[in-house]
């Protein structure tokens, strides 16, 4: 195994990555970068979040093998259960850690952006869990989308504002709450829910969810006595996926798969897939790469899974892309909703959405995987709130 | 640091911009400043618009180039950008506009826009395009020191100037740091929060102008929240800027259909 150096300045994946935010949030992100490389490394606050990832999120999470669809498939298919944690899917592993971290700061309130509410949801719960105030903005369309997790922020005692700016998705209510933290900054905390946005954003969440990976290893040694020969992850901003894949990095002989959302798949349709279809810029403090039109403007992006509708993508995963260490791949729409029947049907087990988009690429390429190899496939959340929006377009008798 | 330390700052041969904000202190009045979105109040009707801005007196127009993600603009400036965008304007638009009417301002202009729009235009180009249209700074809102190495030796080959953005919460010591790189003049955000904010926290306003007349020998503006000259009346002798930055209440001055000249009266007298 060989070391990696990613990133030789802090806060920088190759080119990309950075800072470009206004001058008044340069205080609070030095501040949270101070508490990131000291807080984060006390015993104290590593021995806290592993009692709560264990004891409050439901850590570790198995891994499955998928026999039923192995058999159909002619190699082994395993499956890490992000979607039996706590609030049902990965968000949570960074939620925790980012709300602790404000807490042990000495912070009183914590915001959070959301789309499709997981984030929302696991940011409310840490705040409840920890006694923090907790603001979440959500832009005004996908407030009404995800009208069931309004409902349950609210009932775990935050504040939901509804972003009535701009495209009112998610990318605006990024902006709206990287403003709010401009004039709230001497008590609250931003929790930024992906591996993106200004560092140290992306390595505070990076390191957070790595906890994926790293148990992943363990289990698959444990399990096959050896590594698989490919992991596959879903990408939006692409948390869960930096989570699994980055520990994975050094071992160059394990095959790393990212999946970005296509949409529709018709000619000119909207999509997520920055780095497939993307180029170079800047939104949201950081360089990456970006669904933007001529002139530097933003587009809105598309995907029939709300946790990958975003026109950016987190800066490492350009970086490994760039690089050559990861394969982006791309699932459409129709693809990921059969991969989510498919896995229901034959396993037992209700993907997210998101987590189809991962599931879909292996299916979609199983003829050019080897006979005998190992997937392993992040199962980055439970589509227990998919099913309304699912059921639109699945036939169930 | 890491960036910044790989790039020396060029001293440049003028600074038209601080020229002009001393002339016109010189002559008993802080220099006035206005921010105006490109393509407001329509793309027909911006360019008239403009020329009756440059006929109010004021000394250095900042012309807005919207995006659509604003971060650092409240809800006023975001309708305007917003507004604009949908009415086709583009960094383009404002450049070719500008190269028919060179010649044509009293003021000075300055570009204010985000980093992307700039990054997409090319900044060698943009950094060009200012040279030869007289152009003198340009505003980056999301630029901080840090992050400013990807603009700035094509702009100091140009001799278009960085303006220099600090807040109340930036420290002495940081500004110290900008102050290598700064000139014509610093841009001090008045409140933390977003623009068209109100300004109420005049003594901690009053220590940072403070700092930041030890920590830099430019002029000073103060803008964000400024609608009327008693703002600055109300702080300390010692603690008054240079020139004032005028922005979400002159748009809706405007928006009011009423005379520019009316709103600038009060600070012309002043």
Same mark, same amino acid.
């Given at each position: 195994?060989?070391?990696?150096?990613?990133?030789?300045?802090?806060?920088?994946?190759?080119?990309?990555?950075?800072?470009?935010?206004?001058? &008044?949030?340069?205080?609070?992100?030095?501040?949270?970068?101070?508490?990131?490389?000291?807080?984060?490394?006390?015993?104290?606050?590593?021995?806290?979040?592993?009692?709560?990832?264990?004891?409050?999120?439901?850590?570790?999470?198995?891994?499955?093998?998928?026999?039923?669809?192995?058999?159909?498939?002619?190699?082994?298919?395993?499956?890490?259960?992000?979607?039996?944690?706590?609030?049902?899917?990965?968000?949570?592993?960074?939620?925790?850690?980012?709300?602790?971290?404000?807490? %042990?700061?000495?912070?009183?309130?914590?915001?959070?952006?959301?789309?499709?509410?997981?984030?929302?949801?696991? &940011?409310? &719960?840490?705040?409840?869990?920890?006694?923090?105030?907790? &603001?979440?903005? %959500?832009?005004?369309?996908?407030?009404?989308?995800?009208?069931?997790?309004?409902?349950?922020?609210?009932?775990?005692?935050?504040?939901?504002?509804?972003?009535?700016?701009?495209?009112?998705?998610?990318?605006?209510?990024?902006?709206?709450?990287?403003?709010?933290?401009?004039?709230?900054?001497?008590?609250?905390?931003?929790?930024?829910?992906?591996?993106?946005?200004?560092?140290?954003?992306?390595?505070?969440?990076?390191?957070?969810?790595?906890?994926?990976?790293?148990?992943?290893?363990?289990?698959?040694?444990?399990?096959?006595?050896?590594?698989?020969?490919?992991?596959?992850?879903?990408?939006?901003?692409?948390?869960?996926?930096?989570? %699994?894949?980055?520990?994975?990095?050094?071992?160059?002989?394990?095959?790393?798969?990212?999946?970005?959302?296509?949409?529709?798949?018709?000619?000119?349709?909207?999509?997520?897939?920055?780095?497939?279809?993307?180029?170079?810029?800047?939104?949201?403090?950081?360089?990456?790469?970006?669904?933007?039109?001529?002139?530097?403007?933003?587009?809105?992006?598309?995907?029939?899974?709300?946790?990958?509708?975003?026109?950016?993508?987190?800066?490492?995963?350009?970086?490994?892309?760039?690089?050559?260490?990861?394969?982006?791949?791309?699932?459409?729409?129709?693809?990921?909703?059969?991969?989510?029947?498919?896995?229901?049907?034959?396993?037992?087990?209700?993907?997210?959405?998101?987590?189809?988009?991962?599931?879909?690429?292996?299916?979609?390429?199983?003829?050019?995987?080897?006979?005998?190899?190992?997937?392993?496939?992040?199962?980055?959340?439970?589509?227990?709130?998919?099913?309304?929006?699912?059921?639109?377009?699945?036939?169930?008798? | 640091?890491?960036?910044?330390?790989?790039?020396?700052?060029?001293?440049?041969?003028?600074?038209?911009?601080?020229?002009?904000?001393?002339?016109?202190?010189?002559?008993?009045? *802080?220099?006035?400043?206005?921010?105006?979105?490109?393509?407001?109040?329509?793309?027909?009707?911006?360019?008239?618009?403009?020329?009756?801005?440059?006929?109010?007196?004021?000394?250095?127009?900042?012309? @807005?180039?919207?995006?659509?993600? *604003?971060?650092?603009?409240?809800?006023?400036?975001?309708?305007?950008?917003?507004?604009?965008?949908?009415?086709?304007?583009?960094?383009?638009?404002?450049?070719?506009?500008?190269?028919?009417?060179?010649?044509?301002?009293?003021?000075?202009?300055?570009?204010?826009?985000?980093?992307? *729009?700039?990054?997409?235009?090319?900044? @060698?180009?943009?950094?060009?395009?200012?040279?030869?249209? @007289?152009?003198?700074?340009?505003?980056?809102?999301?630029?901080?020191?840090?992050?400013?190495?990807?603009?700035?030796?094509?702009?100091?080959?140009?001799?278009?100037?960085?303006?220099?953005?600090?807040? *109340?919460?930036?420290?002495?010591?940081?500004?110290?740091?900008?102050?290598?790189?700064?000139?014509?003049?610093?841009?001090?955000?008045?409140?933390? @929060?977003?623009?068209?904010?109100?300004?109420?926290?005049?003594?901690?306003?009053?220590?940072?102008?403070?700092?930041?007349?030890?920590?830099?020998?430019?002029?000073?503006?103060?803008?964000?929240?400024?609608?009327?000259?008693?703002?600055?009346?109300?702080?300390?002798?010692?603690?008054?800027?240079?020139?004032?930055?005028?922005?979400?209440?002159?748009?809706?001055?405007?928006?009011?259909?009423?005379?520019?000249?009316?709103?600038?009266?009060?600070?012309?007298?002043?």
């Amino acid at each position: 195994m060989k070391t990696l150096e990613h990133t030789p300045r802090p806060g920088y994946f190759g080119p990309y990555g950075g800072r470009y935010v206004p001058e &008044t949030l340069m205080p609070p992100l030095l501040e949270l970068e101070n508490a990131y490389e000291g807080i984060m490394n006390s015993p104290q606050y590593r021995e806290t979040l592993d009692e709560l990832l264990r004891d409050y999120c439901g850590r570790r999470t198995p891994i499955t093998l998928c026999d039923n669809l192995s058999r159909e498939l002619g190699f082994r298919l395993f499956l890490k259960r992000e979607d039996l944690l706590h609030t049902g899917a990965h968000k949570i592993n960074n939620a925790i850690g980012q709300t602790l971290l404000a807490k %042990m700061m000495g912070k009183t309130h914590v915001i959070a952006e959301t789309g499709a509410g997981q984030h929302g949801v696991a &940011t409310a &719960t840490a705040a409840a869990k920890f006694g923090l105030r907790c &603001t979440v903005f %959500m832009g005004a369309k996908d407030a009404e989308r995800q009208a069931p997790n309004v409902q349950r922020m609210k009932l775990l005692g935050a504040r939901v504002i509804a972003v009535q700016n701009g495209s009112c998705t998610l990318k605006d209510a990024i902006n709206e709450a990287l403003r709010y933290w401009i004039s709230h900054q001497h008590d609250t905390l931003y929790v930024f829910g992906t591996a993106a946005g200004p560092h140290p954003f992306p390595t505070i969440v990076r390191n957070l969810q790595s906890v994926i990976g790293r148990e992943s290893i363990e289990q698959m040694k444990q399990q096959t006595g050896k590594l698989p020969d490919y992991v596959v992850a879903c990408v939006g901003g692409g948390s869960n996926a930096i989570g %699994m894949l980055h520990p994975f990095v050094p071992y160059d002989h394990v095959k790393l798969i990212g999946v970005e959302a296509g949409g529709t798949g018709e000619p000119g349709c909207e999509h997520s897939a920055a780095i497939n279809l993307g180029k170079p810029g800047v939104l949201h403090g950081e360089l990456t790469y970006l669904l933007q039109d001529e002139d530097g403007q933003i587009l809105e992006s598309s995907s029939i899974s709300a946790g990958l509708d975003y026109p950016g993508v987190g800066p490492e995963h350009v970086y490994l892309h760039s690089i050559g260490r990861v394969h982006y791949g791309i699932a459409y729409d129709a693809e990921a909703l059969s991969a989510f029947s498919r896995l229901s049907r034959t396993e037992g087990i209700i993907p997210a959405l998101e987590s189809s988009h991962a599931l879909a690429w292996v299916f979609k390429h199983a003829a050019d995987i080897p006979a005998g190899s190992d997937v392993l496939v992040n199962l980055s959340g439970r589509g227990d709130k998919d099913l309304a929006h699912a059921l639109h377009y699945i036939p169930l008798d | 640091m890491n960036n910044t330390d790989t790039y020396a700052p060029v001293p440049p041969a003028s600074e038209p911009l601080k020229a002009r904000i001393r002339r016109t202190q010189a002559g008993g009045r *802080p220099a006035l400043i206005p921010f105006i979105t490109a393509g407001f109040p329509t793309p027909i009707t911006f360019w008239d618009t403009l020329a009756e801005l440059d006929a109010s007196g004021v000394d250095i127009i900042e012309l @807005g180039i919207p995006f659509s993600d *604003p971060v650092a603009d409240g809800p006023v400036i975001e309708a305007k950008s917003r507004a604009s965008l949908a009415a086709g304007t583009t960094l383009q638009w404002v450049i070719d506009g500008l190269r028919q009417r060179r010649g044509q301002y009293q003021a000075e202009l300055v570009l204010m826009g985000y980093t992307n *729009p700039f990054m997409q235009y090319g900044i @060698g180009r943009l950094a060009r395009d200012c040279e030869e249209l @007289g152009i003198r700074g340009i505003i980056v809102p999301d630029l901080p020191l840090e992050e400013s190495v990807i603009f700035r030796p094509e702009l100091d080959a140009r001799g278009v100037s960085l303006i220099t953005l600090i807040g *109340p919460n930036t420290t002495e010591e940081r500004m110290r740091q900008y102050a290598r790189y700064t000139r014509d003049y610093v841009y001090i955000v008045s409140v933390l @929060g977003t623009t068209g904010g109100i300004n109420n926290h005049v003594e901690r306003m009053a220590d940072t102008i403070r700092a930041a007349r030890r920590a830099f020998d430019v002029p000073l503006a103060l803008g964000f929240g400024l609608r009327e000259p008693g703002q600055l009346d109300a702080l300390p002798a010692d603690a008054r800027p240079d020139a004032a930055v005028i922005g979400t209440a002159l748009l809706e001055h405007i928006e009011a259909h009423k005379p520019i000249a009316d709103f600038f009266a009060p600070w012309v007298q002043a």
